[in-house]
């Protein structure tokens, strides 16, 4: 406190400076607990209505920028500069903008840190500059804002429409209501290759930062001491249904090589006759996640967050399938899906579970939410599995068939 009891704004500064200093030596865990902490102080510090506005106001705005950021170049254009500044009237030219449009934009771009400025509309490259460089990120900018964020904008006229409840269609979401159409998400991105492009490598960044859900899960308790009791040579380890191209039952067989030839990839046609490179121990097969499952008494029967993009009503179909394949206490369905928390979700799982409900119907479940949904289709839940990383919100439910 300063002599006249009031907060000591130097002491709050200096505070501020050894947090920078300790940031790089702090794991992933503990940086996520030190940042919740500093949003809660930063909380204290802002005037009620002035955050409020400031949400309200200002976050589209931020959006707006940042996608014409990309659009336009600038954070590319800042980085192959290597740290030289740049003037407006340079950097315009090379973004092919008009200069009081460019300075317009930068002047937000730099008010929220997406870029730095050295001197009177001169600017720098900083570390968000760098970020929105990453394919992920870049494609996100534009996806986002052109459907998730359409979706947003027209969904409170869409649910007084549809008396404030839940969608339950897939085609027939805030994101229809918004595009005018009535096709299914995927439906409308695939008659659109830009976009469908665009949205394949917003994708890629899902698991840029998680551990393999093998890694902490018990695959050699759970897994691979049943299946070696069994001792069956022609039968399937694992089936990934929905497994796209692969990915996860490559990292799988790499980590456990005596899964090789035991583990099978089923998605759509379309999916399975596009593979590369599969490895020769991985069995592709067309299936459809609604349709009876063919692979009959496999160990295991796994998806990797397939099931958010669906209703309940539709999970069950999908549930009663697999039970239907399973065989009673030695099979497991492992769902590798988001848990989140019933109270204090953090808000990237709280805005991404809304997200899923504008644009497929779909849902991001609590763990009491995914108990009742999968033992009202005859299963049982043995477990729910949660990562070990803070904040990471992942899981795997783990069940079998009922007895």
């Known amino acids: 406190m300063s002599p006249n009891g009031s907060p000591d704004v130097q002491a709050i500064t200096r505070l501020v400076e050894e947090v920078k200093k300790c940031v790089e030596a702090l794991a992933l865990p503990d940086r996520r607990a030190a940042l919740s902490s500093l949003r809660s102080a930063i909380s204290v510090l802002e005037d009620p209505e002035e955050a409020a506005f400031a949400q309200i106001f200002q976050s589209p705005i931020y959006n707006f920028a940042i996608r014409m950021g990309v659009e336009l170049g600038i954070f590319r254009k800042l980085l192959e500069r290597n740290g030289t500044p740049v003037s407006a009237a340079d950097l315009a030219a090379e973004c092919a903008a008009e200069e009081l449009l460019l300075v317009r934009i930068m002047r937000v771009l730099t008010a929220i840190g997406y870029a730095g400025e050295s001197g009177e509309r001169e600017y720098v490259a900083s570390q968000l500059s760098k970020a929105m460089v990453v394919p992920y990120l870049e494609a996100f900018a534009v996806h986002s804002s052109e459907h998730s964020a359409r979706a947003a904008i027209r969904a409170p006229e869409y649910f007084k429409l549809h008396g404030y409840k839940t969608p339950v269609d897939s085609r027939n979401c805030p994101l229809q209501f918004a595009l005018e159409t009535d096709l299914h998400f995927f439906d409308w991105i695939h008659r659109h290759p830009e976009k469908a492009k665009r949205f394949n490598v917003c994708m890629t960044g899902n698991k840029l930062r998680r551990r393999e859900w093998f890694e902490w899960y018990p695959v050699a308790e759970c897994l691979l001491k049943p299946f070696e009791r069994r001792n069956r040579n022609d039968s399937a380890f694992l089936v990934d249904m929905g497994g ?21 990839l089923q998605d759509l046609p379309g999916t399975i006759s596009s593979l590369e490179n599969l490895s020769s121990g991985i069995r592709p097969m067309s299936h459809d996640i609604f349709s009876p499952q063919p692979v009959v008494g496999a160990l295991a029967y796994y998806t990797h967050f397939v099931l958010h993009d669906f209703t309940d009503e539709r999970c069950r179909v999908f549930l009663r399938a697999v039970a239907s394949a399973m065989t009673p206490g030695y099979s497991r369905l492992l769902l590798n899906e988001a848990v989140i928390p019933e109270r204090g979700c953090p808000p990237v799982f709280a805005t991404g579970d809304i997200t899923m409900m504008l644009v497929l119907a779909g849902i991001q479940r609590s763990k009491r939410h995914w108990v009742e949904l999968v033992e009202s289709a005859g299963l049982r839940v043995v477990d729910v599995w949660v990562s070990p990383d803070d904040g990471d919100m992942e899981g795997v439910i783990e069940a079998e068939v009922a007895s």
């Open 244 to 264: 796209g191209k692969g990915r996860h039952l490559e990292a799988l067989m790499k980590s456990f090589p005596s899964t090789e030839s035991h583990l099978v």
